[in-house]
Protein backbone atom coordinates (compact mmCIF):
# COMPACT_ATOMS: atom_id res chain seq x y z
CA UNK A 1 0.00 0.00 0.00
CA UNK A 2 1.65 3.44 -0.68
CA UNK A 3 2.78 5.05 2.05
CA UNK A 4 0.82 8.36 0.76
CA UNK A 5 -2.44 6.96 1.50
CA UNK A 6 -3.72 8.05 4.95
CA UNK A 7 -4.27 4.86 7.26
CA UNK A 8 -6.08 4.10 10.25
CA UNK A 9 -4.50 2.52 12.76
CA UNK A 10 -5.02 -1.04 13.80
CA UNK A 11 -6.42 0.40 17.13
CA UNK A 12 -8.56 2.94 15.70
CA UNK A 13 -10.09 0.10 13.17
CA UNK A 14 -10.57 -2.16 15.81
CA UNK A 15 -12.16 0.41 17.33
CA UNK A 16 -14.17 1.05 14.32
CA UNK A 17 -15.20 -2.79 14.05
CA UNK A 18 -16.72 -3.53 17.16
CA UNK A 19 -18.58 -0.39 17.12
CA UNK A 20 -20.44 -2.03 13.48
CA UNK A 21 -18.67 0.62 10.71
CA UNK A 22 -17.67 -1.41 7.95
CA UNK A 23 -13.92 -1.85 7.22
CA UNK A 24 -12.59 0.67 4.85
CA UNK A 25 -11.91 0.47 1.18
CA UNK A 26 -8.23 -0.25 -0.43
CA UNK A 27 -7.09 1.76 2.24
CA UNK A 28 -9.18 5.44 1.50
CA UNK A 29 -10.48 6.76 4.26
CA UNK A 30 -11.33 10.08 5.99
CA UNK A 31 -8.89 11.85 8.47
CA UNK A 32 -9.20 10.33 11.60
CA UNK A 33 -8.24 13.27 14.04
CA UNK A 34 -7.26 16.85 13.96
CA UNK A 35 -3.62 15.63 13.79
CA UNK A 36 -4.12 14.13 10.20
CA UNK A 37 -6.08 16.99 9.30
CA UNK A 38 -3.28 19.16 9.72
CA UNK A 39 -1.15 16.74 7.49
CA UNK A 40 1.02 18.69 4.65
CA UNK A 41 1.02 17.60 0.97
CA UNK A 42 4.59 19.10 0.87
CA UNK A 43 6.47 16.10 0.13
CA UNK A 44 4.25 15.19 -2.97
CA UNK A 45 4.46 18.80 -4.43
CA UNK A 46 9.06 18.76 -3.61
CA UNK A 47 8.57 15.78 -5.66
CA UNK A 48 6.14 16.48 -8.88
CA UNK A 49 6.35 20.11 -9.19
CA UNK A 50 9.86 20.03 -10.98
CA UNK A 51 8.46 18.52 -13.57
CA UNK A 52 5.82 21.52 -14.03
CA UNK A 53 6.73 23.96 -16.49
CA UNK A 54 5.76 27.19 -17.75
CA UNK A 55 5.03 27.80 -21.91
CA UNK A 56 4.60 30.88 -23.68
CA UNK A 57 4.12 30.82 -27.14
CA UNK A 58 3.40 34.13 -29.59
CA UNK A 59 1.76 34.45 -32.80
CA UNK A 60 1.58 37.59 -35.22
CA UNK A 61 -1.88 38.57 -35.39
CA UNK A 62 -3.39 41.30 -37.62
CA UNK A 63 -5.21 44.25 -35.87
CA UNK A 64 -7.69 46.16 -37.65
CA UNK A 65 -7.94 50.14 -37.29
CA UNK A 66 -10.67 52.14 -35.59
CA UNK A 67 -13.38 51.64 -37.45
CA UNK A 68 -14.39 55.54 -37.40
CA UNK A 69 -11.10 55.95 -39.66
CA UNK A 70 -11.98 53.23 -41.95
CA UNK A 71 -14.74 55.25 -42.88
CA UNK A 72 -12.63 57.87 -44.50
CA UNK A 73 -10.36 55.51 -46.03
CA UNK A 74 -7.49 55.92 -43.27
CA UNK A 75 -5.59 53.45 -41.11
CA UNK A 76 -4.06 50.41 -42.33
CA UNK A 77 -4.05 47.10 -40.51
CA UNK A 78 -1.14 46.40 -38.38
CA UNK A 79 0.48 43.57 -37.28
CA UNK A 80 1.04 43.04 -33.59
CA UNK A 81 2.87 40.36 -31.32
CA UNK A 82 -0.02 38.57 -29.25
CA UNK A 83 1.46 35.79 -26.23
CA UNK A 84 -0.68 33.15 -24.70
CA UNK A 85 0.68 31.69 -21.58
CA UNK A 86 -0.06 27.89 -20.45
CA UNK A 87 1.51 25.02 -18.66
CA UNK A 88 2.81 21.86 -19.61
CA UNK A 89 4.15 18.47 -18.16
CA UNK A 90 7.49 16.84 -18.50
CA UNK A 91 6.62 13.08 -19.39
CA UNK A 92 10.28 12.04 -20.62
CA UNK A 93 13.83 12.87 -19.38
CA UNK A 94 14.95 13.92 -23.20
CA UNK A 95 12.91 16.49 -23.18
CA UNK A 96 9.02 15.57 -24.27
CA UNK A 97 6.53 18.15 -22.96
CA UNK A 98 2.74 17.89 -22.76
CA UNK A 99 0.78 20.40 -22.93
CA UNK A 100 -3.04 21.97 -24.56
CA UNK A 101 -3.12 22.52 -27.78
CA UNK A 102 -5.02 25.91 -27.54
CA UNK A 103 -2.27 27.03 -25.41
CA UNK A 104 0.35 26.36 -28.39
CA UNK A 105 -1.79 26.79 -31.31
CA UNK A 106 -0.61 29.19 -33.83
CA UNK A 107 2.44 29.80 -31.96
CA UNK A 108 5.34 31.00 -34.03
CA UNK A 109 8.07 31.48 -31.13
CA UNK A 110 7.52 28.82 -28.25
CA UNK A 111 9.40 28.96 -25.15
CA UNK A 112 9.11 26.12 -22.19
CA UNK A 113 10.67 27.61 -18.38
CA UNK A 114 12.09 24.74 -16.07
CA UNK A 115 10.94 24.91 -12.55
CA UNK A 116 14.47 26.01 -12.00
CA UNK A 117 13.36 28.98 -14.53
CA UNK A 118 16.20 27.86 -17.38
CA UNK A 119 14.53 28.65 -20.55
CA UNK A 120 14.38 26.63 -23.45
CA UNK A 121 12.79 27.03 -27.18
CA UNK A 122 10.44 24.41 -28.18
CA UNK A 123 9.22 22.58 -31.42
CA UNK A 124 6.00 21.16 -31.61
CA UNK A 125 6.28 17.14 -32.82
CA UNK A 126 2.49 16.82 -32.61
CA UNK A 127 -0.54 19.04 -32.53
CA UNK A 128 -4.36 17.32 -31.63
CA UNK A 129 -7.05 19.21 -31.24
CA UNK A 130 -9.34 16.77 -30.76
CA UNK A 131 -8.21 15.92 -27.83
CA UNK A 132 -6.73 19.58 -27.33
CA UNK A 133 -3.10 18.07 -26.48
CA UNK A 134 0.16 19.05 -27.80
CA UNK A 135 3.46 17.46 -27.67
CA UNK A 136 6.29 19.55 -27.42
CA UNK A 137 10.11 18.51 -27.42
CA UNK A 138 13.18 20.86 -26.26
CA UNK A 139 16.99 19.84 -26.43
CA UNK A 140 18.25 19.66 -23.18
CA UNK A 141 21.29 17.43 -24.46
CA UNK A 142 22.56 14.58 -22.38
CA UNK A 143 20.39 15.75 -19.45
CA UNK A 144 17.85 14.04 -17.76
CA UNK A 145 14.94 16.34 -16.60
CA UNK A 146 12.56 15.23 -13.76
CA UNK A 147 9.08 13.68 -14.74
CA UNK A 148 5.89 12.82 -13.76
CA UNK A 149 4.61 9.25 -14.11
CA UNK A 150 1.90 8.67 -16.23
CA UNK A 151 -1.05 6.90 -13.73
CA UNK A 152 -3.29 5.53 -16.51
CA UNK A 153 -5.17 3.06 -14.59
CA UNK A 154 -8.62 2.94 -13.39
CA UNK A 155 -8.29 3.21 -9.69
CA UNK A 156 -9.00 6.63 -9.38
CA UNK A 157 -12.33 7.33 -8.00
CA UNK A 158 -14.62 10.41 -7.10
CA UNK A 159 -13.55 11.72 -3.65
CA UNK A 160 -9.83 11.04 -4.36
CA UNK A 161 -7.67 14.30 -3.46
CA UNK A 162 -5.86 15.80 -6.09
CA UNK A 163 -3.23 18.48 -6.42
CA UNK A 164 -3.22 20.79 -9.73
CA UNK A 165 -0.08 22.51 -10.38
CA UNK A 166 0.64 25.24 -12.84
CA UNK A 167 1.26 28.91 -13.77
CA UNK A 168 -2.61 30.95 -12.97
CA UNK A 169 -1.94 34.19 -14.64
CA UNK A 170 1.33 34.16 -15.18
CA UNK A 171 2.12 34.38 -11.52
CA UNK A 172 4.58 31.90 -11.09
CA UNK A 173 4.33 27.92 -10.34
CA UNK A 174 1.14 27.44 -8.10
CA UNK A 175 -0.61 24.21 -5.97
CA UNK A 176 -3.71 24.21 -5.22
CA UNK A 177 -5.47 20.63 -3.90
CA UNK A 178 -9.13 19.57 -3.97
CA UNK A 179 -10.84 16.22 -4.63
CA UNK A 180 -12.04 14.05 -8.04
CA UNK A 181 -15.52 15.23 -8.17
CA UNK A 182 -16.39 13.43 -10.84
CA UNK A 183 -15.17 10.74 -13.49
CA UNK A 184 -16.27 10.68 -17.05
CA UNK A 185 -17.90 13.55 -17.80
CA UNK A 186 -18.60 14.47 -21.16
CA UNK A 187 -19.56 18.27 -23.13
CA UNK A 188 -20.70 15.54 -25.88
CA UNK A 189 -24.07 13.98 -24.85
CA UNK A 190 -24.05 12.00 -27.90
CA UNK A 191 -20.35 10.39 -27.21
CA UNK A 192 -19.14 11.01 -31.09
CA UNK A 193 -16.43 12.83 -29.82
CA UNK A 194 -15.03 10.31 -27.65
CA UNK A 195 -13.98 13.04 -25.05
CA UNK A 196 -14.31 11.77 -21.04
CA UNK A 197 -13.08 14.19 -18.60
CA UNK A 198 -12.04 13.77 -14.91
CA UNK A 199 -13.24 16.74 -13.29
CA UNK A 200 -11.97 18.64 -9.70
CA UNK A 201 -12.43 21.18 -7.61
CA UNK A 202 -8.98 22.22 -7.17
CA UNK A 203 -8.78 25.82 -7.99
CA UNK A 204 -7.72 26.40 -11.74
CA UNK A 205 -7.53 29.46 -13.50
CA UNK A 206 -6.24 31.26 -17.08
CA UNK A 207 -2.66 29.59 -16.88
CA UNK A 208 -2.88 26.54 -15.70
CA UNK A 209 -4.27 24.90 -19.01
CA UNK A 210 -1.90 22.14 -20.19
CA UNK A 211 -0.86 21.85 -15.74
CA UNK A 212 -1.01 18.78 -14.23
CA UNK A 213 -3.36 16.96 -11.96
CA UNK A 214 -1.72 14.34 -9.78
CA UNK A 215 -3.19 11.78 -7.16
CA UNK A 216 -1.59 11.44 -3.81
CA UNK A 217 1.17 9.14 -5.43
CA UNK A 218 2.84 11.85 -6.71
CA UNK A 219 1.63 10.13 -10.03
CA UNK A 220 -0.02 12.72 -13.30
CA UNK A 221 -3.70 11.28 -13.34
CA UNK A 222 -4.75 13.97 -15.82
CA UNK A 223 -3.64 17.48 -18.05
CA UNK A 224 -5.96 20.37 -16.86
CA UNK A 225 -7.68 22.02 -19.63
CA UNK A 226 -10.90 23.85 -19.13
CA UNK A 227 -12.98 25.34 -16.62
CA UNK A 228 -16.79 26.26 -16.31
CA UNK A 229 -17.59 29.73 -14.93
CA UNK A 230 -19.33 32.71 -15.37
CA UNK A 231 -16.89 35.10 -14.42
CA UNK A 232 -13.39 33.07 -15.89
CA UNK A 233 -12.25 32.64 -13.01
CA UNK A 234 -11.93 29.18 -10.63
CA UNK A 235 -15.75 28.46 -9.68
CA UNK A 236 -14.40 24.68 -8.39
CA UNK A 237 -15.76 22.88 -11.88
CA UNK A 238 -12.75 21.77 -13.93
CA UNK A 239 -11.85 19.80 -16.07
CA UNK A 240 -8.67 16.83 -16.85
CA UNK A 241 -7.98 14.63 -19.90
CA UNK A 242 -7.09 11.47 -18.24
CA UNK A 243 -3.55 9.78 -18.04
CA UNK A 244 -5.07 7.15 -20.62
CA UNK A 245 -5.53 9.51 -23.33
CA UNK A 246 -2.11 11.88 -22.64
CA UNK A 247 -0.85 8.23 -22.78
CA UNK A 248 -1.95 7.51 -26.45
CA UNK A 249 -1.03 11.04 -28.04
CA UNK A 250 2.68 11.19 -26.39
CA UNK A 251 3.07 7.70 -27.56
CA UNK A 252 2.25 8.58 -31.84
CA UNK A 253 4.54 11.82 -31.32
CA UNK A 254 7.49 9.99 -30.02
CA UNK A 255 7.00 7.57 -32.68
CA UNK A 256 7.05 9.92 -35.26
CA UNK A 257 3.14 9.93 -36.13
CA UNK A 258 1.79 13.15 -37.60
CA UNK A 259 -1.77 12.45 -36.61
CA UNK A 260 -3.56 10.29 -33.67
CA UNK A 261 -5.19 7.45 -35.54
CA UNK A 262 -8.79 6.91 -33.57
CA UNK A 263 -10.15 3.36 -32.96
CA UNK A 264 -13.99 3.53 -34.97
CA UNK A 265 -16.64 1.44 -32.78
CA UNK A 266 -18.95 1.33 -36.57
CA UNK A 267 -21.89 1.95 -34.53
CA UNK A 268 -23.90 4.81 -33.38
CA UNK A 269 -25.37 4.38 -29.53
CA UNK A 270 -27.45 6.09 -27.13
CA UNK A 271 -27.09 5.80 -23.49
CA UNK A 272 -29.56 3.81 -21.64
CA UNK A 273 -32.72 5.38 -19.69
CA UNK A 274 -35.36 4.00 -17.42
CA UNK A 275 -37.67 3.15 -19.78
CA UNK A 276 -35.32 1.22 -22.02
CA UNK A 277 -34.04 -0.71 -18.81
CA UNK A 278 -37.06 -1.66 -17.71
CA UNK A 279 -37.81 -3.29 -21.32
CA UNK A 280 -34.34 -4.96 -21.63
CA UNK A 281 -34.74 -5.86 -17.79
CA UNK A 282 -31.99 -4.27 -16.31
CA UNK A 283 -31.55 -3.10 -12.63
CA UNK A 284 -30.32 -0.02 -13.62
CA UNK A 285 -30.55 2.81 -16.27
CA UNK A 286 -26.58 1.80 -17.87
CA UNK A 287 -25.31 0.39 -20.78
CA UNK A 288 -24.95 1.99 -24.32
CA UNK A 289 -27.43 0.68 -27.17
CA UNK A 290 -26.94 0.06 -30.34
CA UNK A 291 -29.03 2.29 -32.37
CA UNK A 292 -27.31 2.20 -36.02
CA UNK A 293 -24.32 0.27 -37.38
CA UNK A 294 -22.52 0.70 -40.37
CA UNK A 295 -22.13 -1.86 -42.66
CA UNK A 296 -18.94 -4.03 -42.28
CA UNK A 297 -17.97 -1.67 -39.59
CA UNK A 298 -16.19 -3.45 -36.69
CA UNK A 299 -19.26 -3.72 -34.48
CA UNK A 300 -20.89 -5.48 -37.38
CA UNK A 301 -17.99 -7.84 -37.48
CA UNK A 302 -18.03 -8.32 -33.66
CA UNK A 303 -21.19 -9.43 -34.12
CA UNK A 304 -23.60 -6.70 -32.64
CA UNK A 305 -26.85 -5.93 -33.32
CA UNK A 306 -29.38 -3.40 -33.39
CA UNK A 307 -31.28 -3.44 -30.08
CA UNK A 308 -27.94 -4.54 -28.47
CA UNK A 309 -26.79 -3.20 -25.14
CA UNK A 310 -23.15 -2.92 -23.91
CA UNK A 311 -22.93 -3.41 -20.33
CA UNK A 312 -19.00 -4.03 -20.21
CA UNK A 313 -16.16 -3.11 -21.99
CA UNK A 314 -12.49 -4.57 -21.56
CA UNK A 315 -14.14 -5.55 -18.08
CA UNK A 316 -15.10 -2.19 -17.27
CA UNK A 317 -19.18 -1.15 -16.45
CA UNK A 318 -20.54 0.89 -19.18
CA UNK A 319 -22.34 3.82 -17.34
CA UNK A 320 -23.49 5.56 -20.73
CA UNK A 321 -22.52 6.06 -24.49
CA UNK A 322 -19.87 8.73 -23.99
CA UNK A 323 -18.11 5.82 -21.49
CA UNK A 324 -17.99 3.50 -24.32
CA UNK A 325 -16.64 5.97 -27.06
CA UNK A 326 -13.90 7.05 -24.79
CA UNK A 327 -12.94 3.41 -23.73
CA UNK A 328 -12.76 2.49 -27.04
CA UNK A 329 -10.67 5.63 -27.84
CA UNK A 330 -8.00 4.65 -25.39
CA UNK A 331 -6.88 1.90 -27.85
CA UNK A 332 -4.82 1.53 -30.35
CA UNK A 333 -5.99 -0.07 -33.63
CA UNK A 334 -5.46 -3.93 -33.55
CA UNK A 335 -6.82 -4.23 -29.88
CA UNK A 336 -8.76 -6.92 -28.99
CA UNK A 337 -12.05 -5.64 -26.82
CA UNK A 338 -14.19 -8.28 -24.67
CA UNK A 339 -17.76 -6.69 -24.63
CA UNK A 340 -20.55 -7.60 -22.50
CA UNK A 341 -23.56 -7.53 -24.20
CA UNK A 342 -27.26 -7.68 -22.94
CA UNK A 343 -29.58 -9.18 -26.43
CA UNK A 344 -32.67 -7.78 -27.00
CA UNK A 345 -34.00 -11.19 -25.99
CA UNK A 346 -32.33 -10.78 -22.64
CA UNK A 347 -29.59 -13.04 -22.90
CA UNK A 348 -26.13 -11.74 -22.30
CA UNK A 349 -22.79 -12.48 -24.65
CA UNK A 350 -19.45 -11.93 -24.30
CA UNK A 351 -18.03 -10.82 -27.77
CA UNK A 352 -15.14 -9.31 -29.27
CA UNK A 353 -14.43 -6.17 -30.97
CA UNK A 354 -11.29 -5.58 -33.15
CA UNK A 355 -10.38 -2.16 -32.66
CA UNK A 356 -9.58 -0.68 -36.07
CA UNK A 357 -9.14 2.62 -38.09
CA UNK A 358 -12.17 4.36 -39.39
CA UNK A 359 -12.47 3.53 -42.89
CA UNK A 360 -11.85 6.01 -45.64
CA UNK A 361 -14.48 5.38 -47.65
CA UNK A 362 -15.45 6.96 -50.00
CA UNK A 363 -11.78 7.97 -50.91
CA UNK A 364 -10.96 11.64 -49.71
CA UNK A 365 -11.37 14.35 -52.50
CA UNK A 366 -10.97 18.00 -50.72
CA UNK A 367 -10.96 21.03 -53.24
CA UNK A 368 -11.82 24.73 -52.84
CA UNK A 369 -14.25 25.70 -55.55
CA UNK A 370 -14.25 28.38 -58.03
CA UNK A 371 -16.60 29.98 -60.38
CA UNK A 372 -19.99 31.88 -60.85
CA UNK A 373 -21.71 29.79 -58.48
CA UNK A 374 -22.70 30.04 -54.77
CA UNK A 375 -19.65 27.68 -53.84
CA UNK A 376 -16.95 30.11 -54.75
CA UNK A 377 -14.27 29.74 -52.65
CA UNK A 378 -15.91 27.01 -50.49
CA UNK A 379 -13.57 23.72 -49.73
CA UNK A 380 -15.25 21.00 -49.68
CA UNK A 381 -14.47 17.18 -49.12
CA UNK A 382 -15.90 13.67 -49.39
CA UNK A 383 -17.37 12.63 -46.22
CA UNK A 384 -16.31 9.47 -44.83
CA UNK A 385 -15.92 7.28 -41.42
CA UNK A 386 -12.34 8.81 -41.42
CA UNK A 387 -13.22 12.01 -42.26
CA UNK A 388 -16.19 12.60 -39.53
CA UNK A 389 -13.63 10.66 -36.91
CA UNK A 390 -11.24 13.17 -37.80
CA UNK A 391 -13.40 16.51 -37.73
CA UNK A 392 -15.22 15.32 -34.75
CA UNK A 393 -18.62 14.84 -36.33
CA UNK A 394 -21.23 12.09 -36.66
CA UNK A 395 -20.37 9.95 -39.72
CA UNK A 396 -23.91 8.79 -40.16
CA UNK A 397 -24.72 11.81 -41.41
CA UNK A 398 -22.75 10.37 -44.41
CA UNK A 399 -21.97 9.77 -47.42
CA UNK A 400 -22.08 13.06 -48.82
CA UNK A 401 -20.16 16.41 -49.06
CA UNK A 402 -18.84 18.02 -46.44
CA UNK A 403 -18.02 21.86 -46.22
CA UNK A 404 -14.91 22.34 -44.50
CA UNK A 405 -14.02 26.64 -44.84
CA UNK A 406 -15.39 29.74 -46.27
CA UNK A 407 -12.93 32.01 -48.44
CA UNK A 408 -13.48 35.34 -49.51
CA UNK A 409 -15.91 34.89 -52.35
CA UNK A 410 -19.03 34.19 -53.24
CA UNK A 411 -19.58 31.57 -51.36
CA UNK A 412 -19.62 33.65 -48.22
CA UNK A 413 -21.99 35.93 -49.53
CA UNK A 414 -24.02 32.84 -50.12
CA UNK A 415 -24.18 31.93 -46.31
CA UNK A 416 -22.67 28.34 -46.86
CA UNK A 417 -20.59 27.55 -43.14
CA UNK A 418 -18.27 25.25 -42.32
CA UNK A 419 -20.42 21.58 -41.42
CA UNK A 420 -23.19 21.83 -44.09
CA UNK A 421 -23.42 19.08 -45.98
CA UNK A 422 -24.46 19.68 -49.60
CA UNK A 423 -27.46 16.90 -50.87
CA UNK A 424 -28.39 18.37 -53.98
CA UNK A 425 -27.59 21.00 -56.90
CA UNK A 426 -30.17 22.30 -58.95
CA UNK A 427 -32.12 18.66 -58.63
CA UNK A 428 -29.09 16.64 -58.96
CA UNK A 429 -28.14 14.33 -56.10
CA UNK A 430 -25.06 14.98 -54.60
CA UNK A 431 -22.78 12.10 -53.35
CA UNK A 432 -18.90 12.97 -53.63
CA UNK A 433 -17.11 15.80 -54.71
CA UNK A 434 -16.96 15.09 -58.05
CA UNK A 435 -21.05 15.04 -58.22
CA UNK A 436 -21.00 18.69 -56.70
CA UNK A 437 -18.18 19.57 -59.14
CA UNK A 438 -19.98 18.27 -62.39
CA UNK A 439 -23.03 19.95 -61.37
CA UNK A 440 -20.63 23.53 -60.61
CA UNK A 441 -19.56 23.12 -64.16
CA UNK A 442 -22.71 23.65 -65.72
CA UNK A 443 -23.81 27.60 -65.98
CA UNK A 444 -27.03 28.41 -64.63
CA UNK A 445 -28.40 31.60 -64.26
CA UNK A 446 -30.61 30.16 -61.03
CA UNK A 447 -28.63 28.47 -58.51
CA UNK A 448 -31.29 25.92 -56.21
CA UNK A 449 -29.52 24.21 -53.17
CA UNK A 450 -30.28 21.68 -50.81
CA UNK A 451 -28.17 21.37 -47.77
CA UNK A 452 -28.13 19.19 -44.12
CA UNK A 453 -27.25 22.04 -41.66
CA UNK A 454 -27.35 20.37 -37.42
CA UNK A 455 -29.42 18.11 -38.53
CA UNK A 456 -32.10 20.00 -40.66
CA UNK A 457 -32.20 20.75 -44.42
CA UNK A 458 -32.35 23.51 -45.82
CA UNK A 459 -33.20 25.03 -49.15
CA UNK A 460 -32.31 28.30 -50.98
CA UNK A 461 -31.89 29.65 -54.33
CA UNK A 462 -29.39 32.13 -55.59
CA UNK A 463 -28.54 33.90 -58.81
CA UNK A 464 -26.00 34.26 -60.77
Given at each position: ?P ?5 I??L????L ?6 QP?D??V?P ?12 I ?5 P?V ?9 R ?6 W???G?G???N?V ?5 S?V ?7 V???NH?V ?5 I???L ?8 R??L?D?RT???I?K??VG ?6 L?L??T ?8 V ?6 F ?9 I?S ?5 T????E??S???Q ?7 G ?15 V??F?L ?5 SS??G ?12 D????GG???VR ?12 E?A ?5 A??Q?A??A???P????SR??L ?9 D ?17 K ?5 PL?VR ?5 D??LT???E ?6 AR ?6 GR ?8 V ?9 L?I???TG ?10 G??R???L????I???V?GQ?I???R?L??A??Q????WR ?8 T??GT???
Amino acid sequence: MPASRLLIPALALSLLASAGHAQPFDGRVPPESAVAMKSSFAPIVRRTAPAVVNISAKRMVRQQTDPFWQLFGLGVPQNRVAQSLGSGVIVRPDGIVVTNNHVVEGGQEITVALNDRREFPARVLLADPRTDLAILKIDVGTERLPTLQLNETADTQVGDLVLAIGDPFGVGQTVTNGIVSALNRTTDPSGEAGSAYIQTDAAINPGNSGGALVDMDGELIGVNSFILSRSGTSSGVGFAIPAAVVRRVVDTAVGGGQRVVRPWFGARTQSVNSEMARSLGLALPQGAMVADLWPGGAASRAGLRQGDVVLQADGQRIVDAPALSYLINTHKPGDSIPLLVRRANGKDETLTLRAEPPPATPARDERTLSGRNPFDSATVVNLSPAVATELGIDAFTGPGVLVTGIGGGLARGAGLRPGDIVREVNGQKIGAVRDLAAALSQASPVWRITLERNGQTITGTFRS
